[in-house]
């Protein structure tokens, strides 16, 4: 059974950060691209960043300069540092696992960014 478990959000005033954690199990981790994507109320959801099995990661440019996607393959676990957190910054983050025609979702993280 495969599970995509987030945590690390919360509430924070705008400028500071927040790391977000998805921890996988059930598949071949090292395999995966593994991505954050998030929804506002209202919009559709959106890539916010991805991360290759050999580390190649590619950013929604909302976000370039002050985010960062990391993987740790012993740990099955993927991250993403926050800084700098705006106001449009709030959402549901979700995290995806993505392999050939496999595709998993986690149940989400609520960040708030509000002063």
């Known amino acids: 059974q495969v599970q995509l478990v987030e945590s690390g959000g919360g509430l924070v005033q705008p400028g500071e950060s927040l790391r977000l954690s998805c921890a996988a199990s059930g598949i071949i981790f090292r395999l995966y691209t593994m991505g954050w994507y998030r929804q506002a109320p209202g919009k559709p959801r959106e890539l916010v960043a991805v991360?290759?099995?050999?580390?190649?990661?590619n950013y929604a440019d909302s976000v370039k300069g002050r985010f960062t996607i990391s993987r740790d393959n012993a740990k099955n676990t993927v991250y993403l540092q926050m800084n700098s957190l705006k106001l449009e910054d709030t959402a549901v983050y979700y995290c995806n696992a993505q392999f050939t025609i496999h595709n998993y979702w986690g149940q989400g993280t609520q960040v708030t960014v509000s002063s």
């Open positions: 991360i290759t099995g050999e580390q190649i990661t």
